[in-house]
């Protein structure tokens, strides 16, 4: 599996979170992983910041926002110019989708917990 840097928004500490679980099997696949969410934290070792990163290197973006409070992030996640945004199931936005698109993004709906499960990611 390419390990395709991944940056996941809406990272939590609390374990029953699907973003928590997503850097957990991110980290269990040696993907590396940016975790960005409300509070500061960590997970298993990998630093949850209220900082919006600015990495060069994100592969990919994978939403755990629903389409209502992701909107203060499309032209952070534009910025970083990924090869894909991964809408987990409950985060689709077709006009985000339809933007990233005409942006040459990948816009994929899809859930990180399978494609991982699956080695599809």
Known sequence: ??????L???????????????????QEHQVPVVAFGNR????????????FPHESDIHTVTLYLSAKNQNDFYDKILSL???????NPGTENPSFEHQL?????QAEIACTLVLLSTNTY
């Open 40 to 51: 500061k934290g960590n997970i298993n070792g990998t630093e949850i910041t209220t900082t």
């Open 101 to 105: 698109e005409e942006n040459g993004i």
């Open 81 to 87: 110019e990924p090869k894909r945004v991964i809408f």
């Open 1 to 6: 599996m390419d390990k395709k840097k991944t």
């Open 8 to 26: 996941v928004i809406g990272a939590s500490e609390k374990t029953n979170r699907y973003a928590n679980k997503a850097v957990r099997m991110l």
